[in-house]
């Protein structure tokens, strides 16, 4: 009979290399931390260098990996490729990615889509869509590809699946959600089951995370209007609630899952 590993040895990353981008702050970090927690060395990015060095030099210390600060702009096709080349120069392989780098300008006056400039949609777009597709192309052409091996995990968001209620922004001076975003983190979840379905060849596994709100003391008016519209009554929490999605699809735990979107949002997109 063959035998097979424990069920918590499944979720190990022991000799696995990861790169996360945008993984200095919020749940980028909390990503990257996570996979460090679990046995990966870690590849962390920033637009801000100084940013990745400080939130590298944490990691490393909470859990003793190995952990390499790049600066990246995810919209500049020559600084991915340097990156990843740099991440490869370092640890000679790449065996997870996470596309977590995103942005939005949201701003009250500009946020609806009749006042949206084409230069903040434009953003939107390069920031969370192209950026995705770059890294997964550099990082599947010079480490995945070759290895016959790899974990593509992207990030998309509740965004991306519904329509969202901007009463939830009311009372408050938030801009809200913007049509770019939506289009971008739509882009996302689309390009995954994409992606999935070709590179799943060459034994690539490509999934993604959509997160719901998580709490970052937003103003009392949108938590409590937010909180209300979710069946589990709160945001999501920082430093607990993305790590272990992240763990279980970067790891052998979910070795027969790809092209999958796994919604982290406290039921807000089925009520």
Not at 80 to 106: M, P, Q, T, Y
Request: overall charge neutral; some cysteine; glycine content about 10%.
């Amino acid at each position: 009979m063959q035998k097979f590993p424990n069920v918590m040895e499944l979720f190990r990353l022991d000799g696995r290399v990861g790169l996360v981008t945008g993984g200095a702050r919020n749940l980028g970090f909390d990503m990257a931390l996570a996979l460090a927690e679990a046995g990966a060395d870690v590849c962390i990015t920033s637009r801000d260098l100084s940013s990745a060095e400080k939130s590298a030099e944490t990691i490393a210390k909470q859990t003793g990996r190995k952990v390499l600060p790049l600066k990246l702009d995810v919209t500049d096709e020559a600084q991915v490729a340097c990156a990843v080349e740099a991440c490869l120069r370092e640890f000679g392989k790449i065996d997870i990615l996470v596309n977590n780098a995103g942005n939005v300008i949201s701003k009250p006056e500009t946020a609806q889509i009749e006042n949206r400039p084409l230069d903040e949609w434009l953003n939107t777009i390069n920031v969370n869509l192209t950026g995705t597709f770059l890294c997964s192309k550099h990082v599947v052409a010079k480490a995945m590809i070759p290895a016959r091996r790899g974990n593509i995990i992207n990030i998309g968001s509740i965004a991306g699946i519904i329509g969202r209620d901007r009463r939830v922004y009311e009372g408050t001076d938030m801009g809200g959600s913007t049509v770019d975003y939506e289009a971008a983190k739509g882009g996302v979840i689309a390009m995954t089951r994409d992606m999935a379905v070709y590179l799943a060849r060459y034994n690539i596994r490509v999934n993604c995370i959509s997160p719901g709100g998580f709490f970052r003391n937003q103003p009392e008016p949108f938590v409590k209007a937010y909180s209300s519209a979710t069946p589990m009554g709160r945001m999501g929490i920082d430093g607990l609630e993305m790590k272990g999605p992240v763990v279980f699809l970067a790891s052998d735990a979910s070795s027969y899952v790809t092209g999958h979107n796994l919604v982290v949002d406290g039921g807000f997109t089925v009520w």
